[in-house]
């Protein structure tokens, strides 16, 4: 898109946005539901799209649109309880005032929220951006990921079928480099809601004064102590570490380990990593291709760093293009970079630790803060889902996200005295 079919997109996001907020909101609760129904209607052909884009194995694939028609619906309904009600305040409960003054607190929208969902979740993270924003009553301009664009582009028309005001929701393909500082200055941008990595950064500090949804990245923290149950823990990590190859913000990124049980539990990873299996995402693989070129280049140069650092590999490197074979670090040290940075990939790195306050101040000495221990553990949708530190601002569910996606007006009604006199 051209920056002209930018600024005539979010014009008549603009002009549609006022008639939707008219629309009662029985009816976009409805509208809603429809789009979930169609979504999962042509979950397949969505599905192929994102194995064909992303390298997500098909069963993940599906699963993906499933759980994106489910949050539409689940934020029709909850966007009828959150919006339609409002809250009744009465002046004498607050010192020195009589009973003369009532108040009606109610949510209304924005107006116009940009969408960005990242390349692992395109459809899924722009519904769960969509679904708040629309049933709060805003307009949308959805900027799909580049990888990933054709997915959203799918996930949108089952919106136009689903009979929701023409001009209401575009999406706006391009590359970021062109037209993102406008969308994100625009004027008429009410509310930015971002899910990636450093571009968010860039993107907090042109904003301006509107609401942001921050959700960034993570260097999410194993932690394993003498008396865990290793069988358990080293089972979290494959699944934590290396499910969609590590492309994941709370994915496992770094195991911080006692030493007294470490071998043991190095030992059962590397046994576990061996059953894993690798190459293309059509024939269900566990571990498949990274998004990019520069992200495989990335990753390797991390894994490079260590090795000329000292660290010790319990598997041979394996690269063919973008396909990267299934790596645990061992012995890394505080002053490398893969001990920090965010591989996004099938690379995990293992730090033997003293004490459990080495591996505290480990996880607190980090930019990132998201999730620790386990496999991703965001939970259903609708739950709160936020970091601290340079891991984003704001937070992700869906109350969360129709909350932050409108603001409260106050209606005060003047009361004549004998009106709340008794007599």
């Not at 924005?110 to 969509?130: D, E, H």
């Not at 301009?141 to 079928?161: D, E, R």
């Not at 899910?195 to 194993?222: F, H, N, S, V, Y």
């Amino acid at each position: 898109c051209t920056p002209e079919e930018v600024n005539s997109c979010v014009e008549k996001a603009k002009v549609a946005q006022k008639g939707w907020a008219k629309t009662p909101l029985w009816k976009r609760a409805e509208a809603l539901h429809r789009f979930a129904s169609i979504l999962k209607e042509q979950k397949a052909p969505i599905a192929e799209c994102l194995v064909a884009e992303v390298a997500k194995c098909l069963k993940d694939a599906i699963t993906e649109v499933v759980r994106s028609g489910d949050l539409l619906a689940y934020a029709a309904e909850e966007g009828v309880r959150i919006l339609g009600k409002g809250d009744f305040l009465v002046s004498d409960s607050f010192p020195g005032n009589g009973r003369n003054k009532y108040c009606l607190a109610s949510k209304i929208p924005l107006g116009v929220v940009l969408a960005i969902p990242p390349f692992n979740y395109p459809v899924n993270l722009a519904v769960s951006k969509l679904g708040p924003a629309l049933v709060a009553a805003n307009a949308v301009i959805l900027k799909p990921p580049t990888q990933g664009g054709v997915s959203c582009l799918h996930m949108i028309q089952c919106l136009h079928m689903a009979g929701f005001p023409k001009g209401l929701v575009s999406a706006i393909t391009g590359k970021g480099s062109i037209i993102e500082d406008l969308l994100t200055t625009h004027p008429s941008i009410s509310c930015i809601s971002f899910t990636g990595g450093e571009t968010g950064m860039a993107i907090c500090r042109k904003a301006g004064m509107i609401p942001l949804q921050m959700e960034l990245g993570g260097k999410d923290t194993c932690l394993v102590l003498e008396d865990a149950d290793l069988e358990l823990a080293a089972n979290n990590i494959i699944k934590g570490g290396y499910s969609y190859s590590g492309q994941r913000c709370t994915a496992v990124k770094v195991i911080c380990v006692m030493e007294s049980v470490a071998d043991d539990l190095v030992k059962r990873v590397v046994e576990k990593m061996k059953k894993l299996t690798v190459g293309p995402p059509d024939k269900d693989c566990d571990i498949t291709p990274v998004i990019s070129e520069s992200s495989a280049n990335f990753i390797q140069g991390l894994v490079d760093d260590a090795r000329q650092q000292g660290a010790k590999f319990h598997q041979e490197w394996r690269r063919e293009g973008n396909l990267i074979w299934p790596m645990l670090v061992d012995n890394v040290k505080p002053d490398m970079r893969i001990a920090w940075e965010e591989p996004f990939g099938p690379v995990i790195p293992v730090l033997r630790i003293k004490s459990p306050e080495e591996g505290i101040h480990h996880c607190n000495a980090n930019s990132f803060a998201l999730q620790i221990n386990a496999a991703p553990g965001r939970g259903p949708d609708h739950f709160p889902f936020q970091g601290l530190k340079d891991s984003g601002i704001g937070s992700q569910g869906i109350t969360n996200s129709i909350n932050m996606m409108t603001k409260t007006k106050s209606t005060v009604i003047n009361l004549p005295v004998e009106s709340y006199t008794i007599g």
